[in-house]
């Protein structure tokens, strides 16, 4: 089992910056990718972002390509997500999450951060 605690969330203005993190803890070492989902509301949960925890190769969403990136640092099991041109469009409650080696999903979540932007 993984815990993960995202951290960075708040309200900003539109065209602004923000910067998520998600720090993980526990089995660590068993984690094969993990991701960025939001989830606006009356809307579904929708997958923006991954990155393979060894490798690093990275998948987006075309709703965010160009303007989020997401990265990690291995020593600190924590992943990053920098979100810049913010749009009011872009408010949810942002989730990390982490898929462990053998795992055909994301079983592992972390409680939400709330991004607000604000027209």
């Known amino acids: 089992q993984v815990q993960l605690v995202e951290s960075g969330g708040g309200l900003v203005q539109a065209g602004d910056s923000l910067r998520l993190s998600c720090a993980a803890s526990g089995r660590t070492i068993y984690i094969y990718s993990m991701a960025w989902f939001r989830q606006a509301p009356g809307k579904e949960r929708e997958l923006l972002t991954s990155i393979r925890w060894t490798s690093g190769n990275t998948y987006y969403d075309d709703s965010v390509k160009g303007r989020f990136a997401i990265s990690r640092n291995l020593r600190g099991n924590t992943m990053y997500l920098q979100m810049n041109s913010l749009k009011a469009e872009d408010t949810a409650v942002y989730y990390c999450?982490?898929?462990?080696?053998?795992?055909?999903?994301?079983?592992?979540w972390g409680q939400g951060t709330q991004v607000t932007v604000s027209s």
């Open positions: 999450a982490a898929q462990l080696q053998g795992g055909n999903n994301y079983g592992s």
